[in-house]
């Protein structure tokens, strides 16, 4: 058997989607379009590299597949948010204080 790195909360509760199951009973879900702002489409040409040299991180669904996003494989320069017309958003600072 192996052991945990992580200790086991005292309580836990449902979290009203199957998926997921039982969460910590301190916690709250909440689905992710009322955490972060976001918008579909909008994708500079591929072909032209140069709208990829920047430092906009410009996440896209490819970097969804992890538990936490930090970067993207993609960055941006302000080019490619031109040429693609996509609105660029602040990261929250402190991502507790957006889930209360």
């Known amino acids: 058997m192996m052991k ?3 200790k086991p909360y005292a309580k836990y509760k449902p979290s009203g989607m199957e998926w997921i199951g039982k969460i910590p009973e301190g916690w709250k879900t909440k689905d992710f379009k009322f955490v972060f702002k976001y918008q579909t489409g909008g994708t500079p040409r591929s072909s032209n590299r140069s709208f990829y040299d920047g430092d906009l991180i410009w996440v896209t669904i490819a970097d969804l597949g992890k ?6 494989k993609e960055c941006l320069n302000i080019n490619g948010v031109k040429e693609a017309n996509i609105s660029c958003y602040a990261a929250p600072q402190n991502l507790e204080n957006e889930l209360r």
């Open 67 to 72: 538990r936490y996003v930090f970067t993207s």
């Open 4 to 6: 945990s790195k992580y």
